[in-house]
């Protein structure tokens, strides 16, 4: 807004209102699984609890078989719920107070070498590529979890003798984290489907999970001012995380967190 009160001003007012109030509309919708999960956990807690001791005090075999299957599906609807939450802490954008200096190298070589015997189990391999040494600033155990989810996806999704390769570059300043597999692939597109909430691709729904790995390292990349994007490896896939260096030039970068911005960097 100019200022002036003229035609452009009283448009760009409409125009502020509208975009706000799509804004709110947005954030609503965001909350409702949010709400949904804190409201059930409780209650679904108590339920796990009441099962389990009654499967305690049975000595009936088939019974304590089928309370077993039922303390089970309570379990992953408590990781369900759990995830949900963690996703919208992390959206919320309340851990950047916690950002502390993160060798990126390091943390690749040690979650690759800790899923090596994993992959192995699996029939699968795990190649250990480029760790260039490349520091940036963010949450250790966050960076963490987004490195195991995507090697995790790597395992989950492709057949044995399948082969996921990990690295990271330095680009500037910037860490370019990767996880190649050379499995079946996503097309082009379900990619977006697949990064989306609950939106587990077809060939997936019958394996366990909850669609929601993905969606969780992009929440933790866009906290840390950066993306992740999934692209055609030729055959497979290959998820490419970037988390900004700490500064560019004498500014320093801040994740965006507007809801219809994904990705990207904002300089105050």
Avoid: W, Y
């Avoid at 009654?54 to 299957?69: E, H, L, Q, T």
């Avoid at 690295?167 to 500037?172: D, H, K, L, S, T």
Wanted: proline share 6%; with cysteine; aromatic share 2%.
């Amino acid at each position: 807004m100019r200022g002036v009160a003229d035609e452009f001003d009283r448009q760009a007012v409409a125009f502020n209102a509208m975009l706000d109030r799509i804004a709110e509309l947005m954030a609503g919708m965001r909350h409702i699984s949010d709400d949904i999960a804190h409201d059930l956990r409780a209650p679904l807690a108590r339920l796990r609890g009441q099962v389990a001791a009654i499967a305690a005090g049975s000595d009936d075999a088939a019974r304590k078989s089928r309370v077993a299957a039922a303390i089970a599906q309570c379990d992953d609807i408590l990781a369900l719920f759990a995830a949900i939450l963690r996703i919208a802490d992390i959206e919320s954008g309340a851990r950047t107070a916690g950002f502390v200096p993160v060798e990126i190298g390091a943390l690749v070589r040690d979650i690759a070498d800790m899923m090596i015997p994993v992959a192995i189990d699996n029939g699968q391999a795990i190649h250990l590529g480029e760790t260039a040494r490349v520091s940036v600033t963010g949450d250790t155990q966050l960076l963490t979890q987004a490195l195991i989810n995507l090697i995790e996806n790597a395992l989950a999704h492709t057949p044995p003798e399948t082969t996921i390769a990990v690295a990271v570059r330095n680009e500037g300043g910037d860490a370019i984290v990767t996880v190649t597999d050379d499995g079946p692939g996503i097309p082009l597109d379900r990619r977006d489907a697949a990064l989306r909430r609950f939106g587990r691709l077809d060939p997936s729904r019958s394996r366990a999970g909850h669609g929601l790995g993905l969606p969780l390292v992009e929440a933790i990349a866009r906290l840390h001012g950066g993306t992740m994007v999934l692209a055609d490896a030729g055959p497979g896939l290959v998820a490419t995380m970037t988390i900004p260096g700490p500064a560019v030039g004498n500014q320093k970068l801040t994740p965006i967190s507007a809801p219809n911005v994904r990705g990207g960097l904002r300089l105050p």
